[in-house]
């Protein structure tokens, strides 16, 4: 079976900063695309930050220039640096990961349990 487990949410001041983190375990084949999305209450999951195995990225509009997205392959891990948080960067953060289980199988999105991240003063 396979996990994907977050650290690193909490309660930040505007202008902060806060570095998420994401390993999957488990048995598998692959990872290609991870990424993080975010829910605030009241509002749709939206996309925050994507990065593929090879590195290539793509982030939204409202985080471009504050937040940095990484990952480390041989720990099969996802990083999301956040910088210069804003009150409207409050949400559930979700790490995500497109894992083939085996060499032929087809990509599956995986889902980790989400991380609080509160950005108040």
């Known amino acids: 079976q396979v996990q994907l487990v977050e650290s690193g949410g909490g309660l930040v001041q505007p202008g902060g900063s806060l570095r998420l983190s994401c390993a999957a375990s488990g048995i598998f084949f692959s990872i290609e695309n991870m990424g993080w999305h975010r829910q605030a209450p009241g509002k749709q999951r939206e996309l925050v930050a994507v990065i593929a195995s090879g590195g290539s990225t793509n982030y939204a509009d409202s985080v471009k220039g504050r937040f940095t997205i990484s990952r480390d392959n041989a720990k099969n891990a996802v990083y999301l640096q956040m910088n210069s948080l804003k009150p409207e960067d409050t949400a559930v953060y979700y790490c995500?990961?497109?894992?083939?289980?085996?060499?032929?199988?087809?990509?599956?999105?995986?889902w980790g349990q989400g991380t609080q991240v509160n950005v108040s003063s």
């Open positions: 995500n990961a497109l894992i083939r289980l085996h060499a032929l199988s087809i990509p599956v999105p995986w």
